[in-house]
């Protein structure tokens, strides 16, 4: 699924992880290998759609240190932008900021967020789209 044999390695260790942490979960109602296939596919789903809406750059296009090296000017197009968005972030509650991170930069889906934040999905849904919005609205205002 992912045509890189480093991405499915770490994939496949993300997924092991998850499974020994749902195993209280499996039920028997379907074979092991089954549910294990299940949480996988699942997972990989997942993982490549969250990828196609977060740009990321691979580690070894980064110079040492961690600095990225521009080879043109698109990347210092984008500054402006993230300054404005790290001070739309400052000036949302903090409720609303960890909100947005678990699910922006952690990559939790909403049910993990769920779990981490003692919510159903439904209520995480509508706490993620309000905090959207706040941001957006704040960045619409300052632009």
């Known amino acids: 699924m992912t045509k890189d044999a480093d991405l499915a390695h770490d994939f496949t260790h993300d997924i092991f992880i998850r499974m020994f942490a749902r195993l209280d979960r499996f039920q028997g109602r379907s074979t092991f290998s089954t549910w294990l296939y299940?949480?996988?596919y699942n997972y990989c789903l997942d993982q490549l759609r969250l990828a196609k809406r977060?740009?990321?750059t691979r580690m070894?296009?980064?110079t040492e240190y961690g600095m990225f090296h521009h080879?043109?000017?698109s990347a210092e197009s984008l500054e402006p932008s993230l300054q404005q968005l790290g001070r739309a972030?400052?000036?949302i509650?903090?409720?609303d900021a960890a909100i947005l991170r678990l699910k922006y930069q952690d990559g939790l889906d909403v049910r993990q967020i769920g779990n981490r934040l003692n919510l159903n999905d439904s209520a995480v849904k509508m706490r993620l789209k309000r905090s959207r919005d706040r941001v957006k609205r704040i960045c619409e205002i300052a632009y």
Do not use: H, L, V, Y
């Open 93 to 95: 509650s903090d409720q």
């Open 89 to 91: 972030m400052k000036s």
């Open 54 to 56: 977060i740009p990321t």
């Open 60 to 62: 070894d296009e980064m």
């Open 38 to 40: 299940a949480i996988a």
């Open 71 to 73: 080879t043109d000017d």
